[in-house]
C-alpha cells in the first residue's frame, strides 16, 4: 500500500538541542556536527523514502532552564516529534517533563550515571555498567586500589564517584582517600589545594568526573605538579579526544579513558565517517564518544522511520526497540526493556599525538545495565580483552 | 489548618505544589534555598532534594518532634536515595510535581510521622518502666540483706515510703540504691554480690 499523502512527502522536522556555547559546548558542537553529519548522509542517499530530514537547531548554552524552555519552543512552535540533544544529566532532566508532558521522543547521546527509565528517552551513550564497571577492573588491577576522587560539583559526579567508590571498596587493602568537587565554571586555582593534597596522600590513581572546560585544567594542574601517570594516572569517564584538544596532548598522555567509541578505532565504519566528517567539516570538529552516539543514533531513527507510519512515539517506538546498527564502534541495539544500548566498552590510554591507544576492548558488546543490578568487580563476563 | 513549609525553588514544580497545598486548605511558605529553621508550628515539610542540597545538614530534622518531612525528588539514584533516608523522610513525591497523589502523600505522611513518634513516646515509657522494676528489685535486695526482711515486707517498706514522701516507689528505690552506694563507699569489693547470678 502507498503512502501518497502530502504529509508523508514533505521533509522530517526533527528538534536538534545541544550547547554551542557555555561551558560543555566543547561536546555540544561536536554531538551537533554527528548529528548533522548523519542526516547529511541519510539526506545524500534519498531521505527516508524520498522525505528528507530537516534539523531545526537551538544553541541551549550549557544551561538547563534553557534547554527545558527550548524544548517546549520546539514542540509547540515547531511541531516537532523527536528531539536529538542533551549532555550534562542536569539538561536531560530539564528536558525530560517537557517531553513526557508532550509524549515525545528524546535521543540521548551521553554517557550518564545511570538510575533512570523514561518511556520517552532512547539512551545511546553508557550506563555505569558499561564504563565504570570495567574502568575500576582496570585501574585497581594495573595500579592499585587508594583512590582520590575528583568532580565538577553536580549530580553526575555525584553518583559517578560513588559508583566508582564502591567498585573500588570490593578491593582487599582498598581505600578512598578523598572526594573533591570544584564549580563546572572552576578556574585553574581551584586545583591548587587539590594537587597539594594529592601530592601529600600518595593515591594509586585518581578519578576524574569533572566535566567542561574545566576538564584541562585539571590535568594542566596535574602536569604542573610533575606527577607522573606511569604510577599516579588519571582514569576518566568524560575526558575525551574534545577534551585532550583543549589541554595539549603532552598533558594529556598517559592517562586513562573508559568509553565506547575513540577516534583511534581501526573499522571500515569508523574510518568512512571519520573521513565524511572532515570533508563536511574540516579539521574542527573532534570526535568522540558522544560524537558517535550523537551520530549513529541519527541513522537508528531513520531506519526506524523507514519501517515506521509516522514519527510520533507510539509509532516509531516499536521500531525502535531492538534495532540494531552498524557504528562506528561496532553493532549496536537499542534494549527493548531498557531503553538503553548494548555498547562496547573499551579502555584508552591517551597518546601524545591526541589520540586514544586502545588497551582493553569487549569482543561482544555489554547489554546495558542503568540500575546497577549486577556490579560486582571480577566478574569474568564483564573482563575485557586485553590488546596487544 | 496544617502548617506547610515548602523548601523548593520558585519554579513551576514548586508553585504546582503550594498552590495544589493551599487547595487543600493548608496555611504555606515557601522559602528558597533552604531555611536552616523552620516558622514556628510547622507541622510539614517538602523539601526538594537536589543535587547541590545532599551536603546539607538539617537540624528540624534530627529534633524530637521533627515536622512531618516529604522529600520532591527529580533524581532516583542512590546519592538522593540516601539523602532522602538521611532527612527521615515519610514520603516521597516525584518531580514534575502533580496535583494528583499530593493529598495521598501528606496523609500517609502525616499517618506515619504520628504512629512513629507515639511509638517512640510508648518505647521511652515502657524502657523507664522497665529499668524502674529493675532498680525496685535492687532496692528490695539490699532491704532484705541490711535489715534481714522478708522480699515482701522489703516491698512493703519501699512502698510505705513512697506514700509518705509522695513519690513513686521508682525514685524510692533509686534513692535506696544511691544511699546504699555511698553507705558501702570502700567497702564495695568485700560486699557480697548476692543479687547477681
Given at each position: ?125 553508557a550506563?555505569?555498567?558499561q564504563n565504570?564497571?570495567q574502568l575500576?577492573?582496570f ?98 569517564l568524560?575526558?575525551s ?15 586513562y579513558t573508559s568509553a565506547p567509541y575513540f577516534q583511534s578505532l581501526d573499522s ?21 564518544l558522544?560524537?558517535e ?35 562506528p564502534q561496532g ?12 555498547l562496547y566498552p573499551r579502555i584508552g590510554r ?6 586514544f591507544k586502545i588497551v582493553r576492548e569487549a569482543r561482544?558488546p555489554v ?17 575485557l580483552e586485553e590488546q596487544? | ?197
Amino acid at each position: 500500500m502507498a503512502r501518497t499523502t502530502e504529509r508523508s512527502k514533505g521533509p522530517i522536522r526533527v528538534g536538534v538541542l545541544f550547547s554551542e556555547t557555555g561551558v560543555t559546548s566543547t561536546i555540544g558542537r561536536s554531538q551537533l556536527q554527528g548529528t548533522l553529519l548523519a542526516i547529511d548522509e541519510i539526506n545524500g542517499a534519498g531521505g527516508v523514502d524520498g522525505r528528507e530530514i530537516l534539523p531545526i537547531t537551538f544553541d541551549a548554552q550549557s544551561s538547563p532552564p534553557r534547554y527545558a524552555a527550548l524544548a517546549e519552543h520546539l514542540i509547540t512552535r515547531d511541531k516537532v516529534n523527536v528531539i536529538f540533544g542533551c549532555y550534562m544529566s542536569s539538561s536531560r532532566k530539564a528536558v525530560l517533563p517537557v517531553i513526557e508532558k508532550w509524549n515525545k521522543l528524546l535521543f540521548y547521546p551521553t554517557l550518564y550515571e545511570g538510575f533512570e527509565f523514561s518511556n520517552n528517552i532512547i539512551y545511546t551513550g553508557a550506563a555505569p555498567n558499561q564504563n565504570s564497571v570495567q574502568l575500576a577492573e582496570f585501574m585497581t588491577a594495573n595500579f592499585g586500589s587508594r583512590v582520590y576522587l575528583i568532580g565538577s560539583d553536580y549530580i553526575y559526579p555525584y553518583e559517578s564517584n560513588r559508583i566508582m567508590g564502591d567498585l573500588v571498596l570490593q578491593r582487599p587493602g582498598s581505600e578512598k582517600l578523598a572526594e573533591r568537587y570544584v564549580p563546572l565554571d572552576a578556574a585553574p586555582a581551584d586545583f591548587d589545594a587539590i594537587m597539594r593534597d594529592i601530592r601529600s596522600q600518595q593515591p594509586n590513581f585518581i578519578f576524574s568526573t569533572v566535566v567542561g572546560d574545566s576538564t584541562a585544567m585539571l590535568y594542566s594542574a596535574y602536569a604542573q605538579a610533575g606527577f607522573d601517570p606511569k604510577t599516579m594516572p588519571i582514569a576518566s569517564l568524560t575526558t575525551s579526544e574534545a577534551e585532550i584538544s583543549q589541554m595539549g596532548w603532552d598533558v594529556a598522555a598517559g592517562h586513562y579513558t573508559s568509553a565506547p567509541y575513540f577516534q583511534s578505532l581501526d573499522s571500515e565504519n569508523n574510518r568512512g565517517a571519520l573521513a565524511r566528517l572532515r570533508r563536511r567539516f574540516g579539521d574542527e570538529c573532534v570526535p568522540n564518544l558522544c560524537w558517535e552516539a550523537a551520530y549513529f543514533q541519527m541513522h537508528m531513527f531513520a531506519n526506524a522511520m523507514r519501517h515506521s507510519e509516522g514519527d510520533e512515539i507510539a509509532q516509531i517506538m516499536p521500531q525502535l526497540l531492538g534495532s540494531e546498527f552498524e557504528a562506528p564502534q561496532g553493532r549496536v541495539r537499542i534494549d527493548a526493556s531498557n531503553h538503553h544500548t548494548c555498547l562496547y566498552p573499551r579502555i584508552g590510554r591517551a597518546e601524545a599525538t591526541g589520540q586514544f591507544k586502545i588497551v582493553r576492548e569487549a569482543r561482544r558488546p555489554v547489554h546495558p545495565d542503568p540500575y546497577m543490578v549486577t556490579h560486582s568487580l571480577g566478574d569474568w563476563t564483564a573482563k575485557l580483552e586485553e590488546q596487544l | 489548618m496544617l502548617r506547610v513549609a515548602v523548601l523548593h525553588p520558585d519554579d513551576a514544580d514548586g508553585r504546582q505544589l503550594t498552590q495544589q497545598l493551599q487547595r487543600i486548605g493548608c496555611q504555606v511558605q515557601a522559602f528558597w534555598p533552604p531555611v536552616p529553621t523552620l516558622p514556628e508550628g510547622t507541622d510539614v515539610v517538602f523539601l526538594a532534594v537536589q543535587p547541590e542540597i545532599t551536603q546539607l545538614e538539617f537540624e528540624w530534622s534530627k529534633s524530637e518532634n521533627a515536622p512531618t518531612c516529604i522529600a520532591v525528588v527529580t533524581y532516583e539514584n542512590p546519592t538522593i536515595v540516601e539523602t532522602v533516608l538521611r532527612l527521615k523522610a515519610k514520603a516521597v513525591l516525584p518531580a514534575p510535581v502533580r496535583s494528583f497523589g499530593l493529598l495521598s502523600a501528606l496523609v500517609i505522611a502525616r499517618t506515619v510521622n504520628s504512629e512513629i513518634q507515639c511509638q517512640s513516646r510508648r518505647v521511652r515509657k515502657l524502657e523507664s518502666k522497665l529499668a524502674g522494676a529493675r532498680q525496685i528489685v535492687e532496692a528490695k535486695n539490699i532491704l532484705m540483706r541490711t535489715r534481714k526482711v522478708s522480699e515482701g515486707q522489703a516491698y512493703d517498706l519501699i512502698r510505705e515510703q513512697a506514700m509518705s514522701k509522695r513519690a513513686t516507689t521508682e525514685d524510692i528505690a533509686g534513692a535506696i540504691i544511691n544511699a546504699n552506694e555511698i553507705l558501702s563507699m570502700g567497702v564495695v569489693s568485700a560486699a557480697p554480690k548476692g543479687e547477681d547470678p
